[in-house]
């Protein structure tokens, strides 16, 4: 059962919005490499939390509203490698491709989906989830 539409009241619950933002760079910290992390700016700032709940970098790892946040990216380089993400903004995963880059991609699972209905992946198959606003 898929669950209710967002609450339109809020731009941050509109796919639109989410498109638009990846699009004109709104969301850019970093204006050369077009990254945004939200809560924290760096998978060092990161790190130590998540590998003390997941040490086993061979972890299937599910990352909800991936975007263009360079935290993942980091990730990726630290040793995590089996990683699903996906955005429900097609733009938000067009970021993603750029800036992991041709060669992680040839490992990371990157997709277009909604977190409301998650046909797409089969029950229990992640070790654990990295979730950074995409409920909010």
């Known amino acids: 059962q898929q669950?209710?539409?967002p609450d339109e009241s809020s731009s941050f619950g509109r796919k639109e919005f989410w498109d638009e933002a990846y699009r004109t760079g709104d969301l850019n910290e970093a204006k050369d490499e077009g990254t945004f992390s939200w809560y924290c700016g760096s998978w060092e700032d990161l790190e130590p939390f998540f590998a003390e709940l997941v040490p086993d970098r061979d972890a299937n790892?599910?990352?909800p509203g991936v975007?263009?946040?360079a935290a993942i990216r980091g990730m990726f380089d630290a040793g995590y490698e089996h990683l699903s993400a996906y955005d429900y903004a097609p733009e938000g995963v067009e970021c993603a491709r750029k800036m992991f880059g041709d060669n992680r991609l040839e490992k990371?699972?990157?997709r277009v989906a909604d977190a409301r209905d998650l046909v797409e992946y089969n029950d229990s198959s992640f070790d654990a989830v990295l979730e950074k606003g995409t409920l909010d």
């Open 3 to 5: 669950l209710a539409e």
């Open 108 to 110: 990371i699972d990157l």
């Open 61 to 63: 790892i599910l990352i």
């Open 67 to 69: 975007g263009n946040d």
